[in-house]
């Protein structure tokens, strides 16, 4: 079955460390984003990439960095740099034709020691 | 920017009849989306508006009106399961062709 795989589905960050959440898809999909969404919030959008070896910041880079060497894969990486990190994190995809829904993935709770 | 709204939460009762209602302000319109999220789950696609008018798939329906910058999802015949947050999104036109999320209906149906 198609569909896409986040792991781990929770994760624990010590002051001052990088951690990086693994999103890969079987969808053969062109694009795929990072949301994170917080208590009483929407979904933001962190970071987003419609072709391989290209990816563009969304509304809330800040912290984050990401990578897209495969089209499978779009690994996170939330750096010390990002203050406030605990949060639910979202990874999509879609075909990357503007009027396609986004698939997404069971998500990553990410919580501080 | 775009300014979405939506009602914090909405409570209903099992067999009952509910309407989420979502109201955007954008510099022009492209499409909407309504999607279904269930507690720490994955949202889940339920509906797209790009037309105004009501689209119908089983027991929801959405519907649009671009002139008054309006859409709603209408779920009939509420079961327990629907328990949820349901998701508008916009997307518009020009520039990002990514939507931006509402901060969600979390809807609680009661026996």
């Known amino acids: 079955d198609g569909g896409i795989t986040q792991s781990p589905k929770y994760l624990f960050r010590k002051e001052g460390q990088n951690v990086t959440l693994s999103c890969e898809q079987n969808l053969n999909h062109d694009a795929m984003y990072w949301y994170r969404q917080d208590p009483g919030q929407g979904l933001r959008l962190i970071y987003y990439?419609?072709?391989?070896?290209?990816?563009q910041k969304g509304d809330i880079a800040e912290g984050y960095s990401v990578s897209r060497e495969k089209k499978e894969s779009f690994p996170l990486t939330v750096t010390s740099a990002q203050k406030n990190p605990t949060a639910f994190y979202l990874c999509?995809?879609?075909?990357?034709?503007?009027?396609?829904?986004?698939?997404f993935g069971d998500g990553t709770r990410l919580s501080i020691l | 920017g775009q300014n979405i709204d939506q009602p914090t939460e909405m409570t209903a009762t099992e067999g009952a009849i509910v309407q989420i209602n979502c109201t955007y302000q954008?510099?022009?319109?492209?499409?909407l989306f309504w999607y279904q999220q269930h507690a720490g789950e994955a949202p889940t696609f339920l509906s797209y508006?790009?037309?105004?008018g009501l689209e119908e798939k089983g027991r929801f329906s959405s519907f649009l009106s671009r002139s008054k910058g309006y859409s709603y999802l209408l779920l009939k015949e509420l079961q327990m399961k629907d328990s949820a947050s349901y998701l508008c999104a916009v997307r518009a036109s020009g520039g990002s062709y990514i939507p931006t999320f509402g901060r969600g209906t979390s809807l609680i149906v009661h026996p």
């Open positions: 954008t510099s022009g319109f492209n499409g």
């Open positions: 999509a995809s879609n075909t990357g034709d503007s009027n396609q829904p986004q698939h």
């Open positions: 508006n790009v037309l105004d």
């Open positions: 990439s419609q072709i391989v070896n290209d990816f």
